[in-house]
């Protein structure tokens, strides 16, 4: 995760023989980020997948309001031909996958108690994942585009300063 650009993503987005129609889905997307407004967030808390007893994955929490974001990422991504699995939406930063199953709550408690600096969601980004391709056999990221988040618009006369 790049400090200066976080990114919150977590769509998971399974291939298919045609995969989706990447043009397509990339006009989708930038509709969706058109009609989302940036908002902010922070990393705080923690989490285990499936859960701390036995997790095969450690987390930090994000938060702020995904919902919207989520849900038309997911709309543009199975209307363009994806078959996108049907999960609820985390949004978290993967912190560790672990080979087998451990008990992660002490992980967990430490991380309740961390709150992050808070920084603005600005894009939304199409990452395709390309499984076994990284270091250590572990999959490799490619960003293969960006979508601005609508940027709010001043009032006619406005000087900025919420005046005019």
């Not at 995760?1 to 989706?20: E, F, N, Y």
């Not at 031909?81 to 199953?101: K, W």
Request: charged fraction near 25%; aromatic fraction near 6%; hydrophobic fraction near 35%.
């Amino acid at each position: 995760m790049d400090a200066a650009r976080p990114v919150a993503r977590d769509a998971r987005v399974r291939r298919t023989r045609s995969g989706p129609r990447f043009d397509e889905l990339c006009e989708r997307l930038e509709s969706v980020g058109e009609r989302q407004a940036p908002y902010d967030t922070r990393i705080g808390g923690g989490g285990a997948f499936p859960h701390p007893d036995a997790a095969r994955v450690l987390f930090a929490g994000v938060s702020g309001s995904f919902e919207g974001l989520s849900r038309g990422a997911r709309n543009a991504l199975s209307t363009s031909g994806a078959a996108v699995d049907g999960q609820r939406f985390h949004p978290h930063l993967t912190l560790a996958r672990l080979g087998r199953p451990a008990n992660v709550t002490k992980w967990v408690r430490l991380l309740d108690a961390y709150s992050g600096p808070t920084w603005s969601v600005s894009e939304l980004a199409l990452v395709e994942s390309h499984l076994g391709e990284g270091p250590s056999k572990r999959p490799r990221h490619e960003v293969r585009a960006t979508f601005p988040l609508a940027q709010p618009h001043l009032r006619c006369g406005s000087d900025g300063r919420g005046e005019g």
